[in-house]
């Protein structure tokens, strides 16, 4: 059984446009990730969250994305206005274990991919 | 800054041949070192990890890999690969003081023949 989930496993959304991106974890973990692969392409790192704020970020991650847990399960990536190059397979990770575990030790979910047309 | 460099983008072998997938590393601390496989479609699953201790760790799948500090290397070896190992490997490192960000090599792009 995995970790955690993603919703939706696919996303096609217009230039411009908003998108919201989720990632449900089994348990009540305290650390996530989210992190993109455009086509081809390496994984990147975009954003890490610990206690409800962010402890890092890259500079991909910039205004134009947001991270919030709004009910204390749902993860969500939020891209107020999309463009073409956000077109990629987005990842959402956890660290195992109740109490935050090792935070060297991620389970990824098994990716939305966004099509930006 | 970390980086990873995974020198071979893709590799064939045949069923029940010896693998061994290429991994070095920048950090600049004693890093922490990981394996992912990703199946086509699929997200990334954890093969094994590296931490500290004995520099050989065994994996998930019959894999394991040795880390080389002397060669800032972290190489997968698998001593008879199945077809269904078939897939895309990624090199990953992490440390320092960050909440555990991951950097990932290019990737490697398993091929089995039968």
């Known amino acids: 059984e995995p970790e955690v989930t993603q919703t939706p496993s696919h996303q096609v959304t217009q230039m411009g446009q908003e998108v919201i991106l989720r990632c449900v974890p089994i348990?009540?973990?305290?650390?996530f990730y989210w992190y993109r692969q455009i086509l081809g392409q390496k994984v990147e790192f975009l954003v890490s969250f610990y206690n409800n704020e962010i402890s890092e970020k890259s500079e991909i991650f910039d205004d134009q994305f947001s991270v919030e847990r709004p009910d204390g399960s749902n993860f969500t990536l939020k891209i107020r206005s999309t463009k073409l190059e956000d077109s990629a397979m987005y990842f959402c990770?956890?660290?195992?274990?109740?109490?935050?575990?090792?935070?060297?030790?991620?389970?990824f979910g098994p990716g939305t991919r966004l099509t930006v047309t | 800054a970390q980086s990873v460099t995974q020198p071979d983008i893709h590799i064939t072998v045949s069923e029940g041949a010896s693998l061994e997938l290429r991994c070095n590393y920048s950090?600049?601390?004693?890093?922490?070192l990981f394996w992912y496989v990703q199946s086509p479609g699929q997200g990334l699953q954890l093969l094994l990890k590296?931490?500290?201790?004995?520099?050989l760790v065994q994996g998930i799948k019959g894999f394991e890999a040795e880390f080389k500090r002397s060669q800032s290397s972290f190489n997968l070896r698998k001593p008879s690969v199945h077809w269904s190992d078939a897939a895309e490997y990624f090199c990953?490192?992490?440390?320092?003081?960050?909440?555990?960000?991951?950097?990932f090599g290019q990737g490697t792009i398993l091929t089995v023949h039968p």
């Open positions: 590296y931490f500290s201790g004995d520099t």
């Open positions: 348990s009540n973990h305290l650390y």
């Open positions: 950090y600049g601390a004693t890093p922490y």
């Open positions: 990953a490192v992490g440390g320092g003081t960050s909440y555990g960000k991951l950097t």
């Open positions: 990770a956890i660290v195992k274990g109740l109490a935050g575990g090792d935070p060297y030790e991620q389970y």
